[in-house]
Each structure stands twice: as structure tokens, then as C-alpha cells.
């Protein structure tokens, strides 16, 4: 069965480092989202993507976040420089509404440590 | 502003028993809606949409209900194994063309 798959697991990061979370949707989805989960908290939507262009985003996404797609492949999150506040899990996630297919794909994530 | 919320934080049920998850929504406009389940450590799994054409959809051993009237979600998981012991999570979106709005969760143990 196709899978969202990302890396690092876990990122352990200096405060104020830039960090880049990878991410390899689905192969035929054509959107894709970065959702971020803090500990014991809710998951909470960050950007979505379409079209080589970011469709929406949240107060979240400030200045500091951006995402790229450099390929047919890889869809990537970078923090420029972390804050402590920037810790948590995130989740990439994909889905084909052109094809119907609305439910959105999680990957397993990356834990996100900014010490 | 507008939310998707949870009654029950915390839920035990015996192995073997049913168990019900409720979710409360505020979005009159949302119209699609999904049940996500999530082990620790993982990401959220898809179990279960519906759309706000329908207020029943059965799947296997799980059966999610829609009251548009009252704005509520449920989720009815049939003879609950320890497997299904995780947090809960419902879901909303406008057409899922619009971005995921998650509730807080629903921790389910299920006690042997």
C-alpha cells in the first residue's frame, strides 16, 4: 500500500539552527500538507500546497517556515531558525482531490527537538 | 472562531465491548468529515469519512454517524480489541478542498 514517508525519525536541533523535515508523498497526489502536533496537544494545520505554489496557510506559518518541492518527489518544510516553542511532531501529509480522493495521508512524522 | 471539539478526553471499554467516540463540530459549512486513529509515535491513521450528504457510513467493525441538526460526530467501534487502543481524533474540512481542522482527541484504552 502507498505511504507518505518522512525523515529524520527525530531532528535534535540548537535553538536558532535551521532545520529541513523531508517528506515523499504519495506518488500520484497532487496536494500536500505540513501539519504540526505539539506534546499531548491537537494536530494543528501549518501550509498546504498545489501546484508547485502554497494554496493555504495558517498564523502558524510565519516567516521562519517555508516549503519547497526541488523535485518530482520530495516535498520539504524548513524553520530557519528554531525556537524552543518549535519543538513537536510534524506530519506531512498528501491527498488527490482531482482523482476524489479527499482523505488526507499522514506519514509517521518527525519529532522536532530545539534545545 | 469556528472549531471541531470533543466531549470525552479519556474513554475505557472492556475487550469485546463497543465503544463510542463523540465529536461536537461548530462549522455549519463543513461538509466532509474524517475519523483519524493514532498510536503513539505514529501519524494519524484514516478509519473512517463521511460527507454531510449522509449521516451513516459503515465500515469494518466501525460505523460513523453525522447529526447535521446538532452539529455531532460519532464514532462506533463494534467489539473493541486491545489493537484499537489509541487516541481518536475527528476531522473536518469544507469539500476536503480546505485544510483539516482536528478536535483535541479522545484517548480509547481497552481493558482485557
Known amino acids: 500500500e502507498p505511504e507518505v514517508t518522512q525523515t529524520p525519525s527525530h531532528q535534535v536541533t540548537q535553538m536558532g539552527q535551521e532545520v529541513i523535515l523531508r517528506c515523499v508523498p504519495i506518488s500520484n497526489h497532487l496536494y500536500f500538507y505540513w501539519y504540526r502536533q505539539i506534546l499531548g496537544q491537537k494536530v494543528e494545520f501549518l501550509v498546504s500546497f498545489y501546484n508547485n505554489e502554497i494554496s493555504e496557510k495558517s498564523e502558524i506559518f510565519d516567516d521562519q517556515f517555508s516549503v519547497e518541492r526541488p523535485d518530482g518527489s520530495n516535498f520539504t518544510l524548513k524553520i530557519r531558525s528554531t525556537k524552543l516553542e518549535d519543538s513537536a511532531m510534524y506530519f506531512c501529509a498528501s491527498n488527490n482531490l482531482d482523482l476524489g480522493v479527499a482523505e488526507a495521508f499522514f506519514g509517521q512524522g518527525t519529532r522536532l527537538t530545539v534545545v | 472562531g469556528e472549531s471541531v471539539g470533543l466531549h470525552l478526553p479519556t474513554l475505557s471499554v472492556q475487550e469485546g465491548d463497543n465503544s463510542i467516540i463523540n465529536c461536537a463540530y461548530s462549522?455549519?459549512?463543513?461538509?466532509?468529515f474524517i475519523w483519524y486513529k493514532q498510536e503513539s509515535g505514529k501519524g494519524p491513521q484514516f478509519i473512517i469519512d463521511i460527507r454531510s450528504n449522509m449521516d451513516k457510513r459503515q465500515g469494518q467493525r466501525v460505523t460513523v454517524l453525522l447529526n447535521k441538526t446538532v452539529k455531532h460526530l460519532s464514532l462506533q467501534i463494534a467489539a473493541t480489541q486491545p489493537g484499537d487502543s489509541a487516541v481518536y481524533f475527528c476531522a473536518e474540512s469544507y469539500s476536503g478542498n480546505t485544510p483539516l481542522v482536528f478536535g483535541k482527541g479522545t484517548r480509547l484504552s481497552v481493558i482485557a
Open positions: 462549522n455549519s459549512a463543513s461538509d466532509y
